[in-house]
């Protein structure tokens, strides 16, 4: 079959047209494209480009909370040794504070020793007596109710006037019947007594001196107690209920017998106590001992409790 040239030309001209419109399009299209994939590279390299700082920003984050941590460590470690200086520190404290203590206790102790008269708890004897100048510290005079009618006023240590009138009102209310004929008395008082027993009694008096004690009773701590029936009669005074009340009672108020019966020291006085502290009277009663049986250093650690 044949085409005119016409027709051919016309047809070449249409695919030409084609053609040149398709390519056309086709540049058209492709322009386009590479456009968006542009588009997208400068998209993905912003992208990128955040994602790098975000990196660098996390990265340098990660050190800052690896450099805080580290610190925080650090720290915890100082606050632990802290804390254990504080607990060696605050040991350290405590044990001062025991050592002040016992240091106190010790120089209270030493204090109230210094302070309390030894010759309290002193046993005397003809060789060994005290001093004409020594006086109580204070004295305080006893309520005239104890005293047996007819005797002069007497006095008695000041810290151990309660123990006495405790040791009367325990009596009385037992119904006992017991005076005081004599409590504390001057050296003077002393010589003048044994002067008047040396005129009685003869030369007896330094082997009976009717109070052995003389002493015991310028300390101020030592009564001579009777009844209202034996009165001055002193020897009989062993034979009445008040003696045996003593014996059972006295020494829950600190009062012992000096020369109690069957000593192998002085003669027998059961009118003669004397205060020498609770603790050592209640020892004294437990065990049975005479006091001036007793260890003179024995009996000098009962001192301190002296007054309780
Ligand atoms: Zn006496």
């Not at 690896?66 to 040991?91: N, P, S, V």
């Not at 302070?115 to 006893?142: C, H, W």
């Not at 017991?178 to 040396?198: C, H, P």
């Amino acid at each position: 079959m044949k085409f005119s040239n016409e027709v051919t030309l016309y047809l070449a001209g249409i695919i030409a047209l084609f053609g040149i419109a398709t390519s056309t399009y086709l540049a058209i299209e492709i322009k386009d494209q590479r456009q968006q994939i542009t588009g997208l590279l400068q998209e993905r390299n912003i992208f990128l480009q955040q994602a790098n700082q975000k990196n660098a920003e996390l990265s340098v984050a990660s050190t800052t909370i690896g450099e805080l941590r580290g610190e925080l460590t650090d720290i915890k470690e100082d606050l632990e040794e802290l804390a254990d200086d504080y607990k060696d520190e605050k040991g350290r404290n405590e044990e001062f504070e025991d050592q002040i203590r016992d240091l106190a206790g010790t120089l209270g102790d030493l204090d109230k020793l210094a302070k309390t008269d030894e010759e309290l708890l002193a046993k005397y004897s003809k060789v060994y007596f005290l001093n004409e100048n020594y006086n109580p510290t204070r004295l305080k005079q006893i309520d005239s109710e104890y005293i047996l009618p007819g005797k002069k006023d007497q006095y008695f240590h000041a810290e151990v006037i309660d123990h006495l009138e405790d040791l009367l009102d325990a009596a009385a209310k037992d119904n006992m019947d017991l005076k005081i004929v004599s409590a504390y008395r001057s050296f003077d008082e002393q010589v003048d007594l044994k002067g008047q027993f040396t005129q009685v009694y003869g030369t007896g008096a330094n082997a009976f001196s009717a109070d052995q004690g003389y002493s015991e009773h310028q300390l101020g701590t030592t009564v001579d107690l009777t009844t209202s029936a034996v009165g001055g009669a002193y020897n009989s005074f062993k034979d009445t209920q008040e003696y045996q009340w003593l014996l059972t009672n006295a020494y829950q108020y600190g009062f012992i017998l000096s020369y109690p019966e069957g000593n192998s020291f002085y003669i027998f006085e059961p009118w003669h106590w004397r205060f020498v502290g609770v603790d050592l009277a209640e020892d004294m009663h437990r065990s049975g001992e005479d006091f001036y049986a007793l260890d003179q250093r024995e009996i000098n650690e009962y001192l301190i409790n002296f007054f309780e």
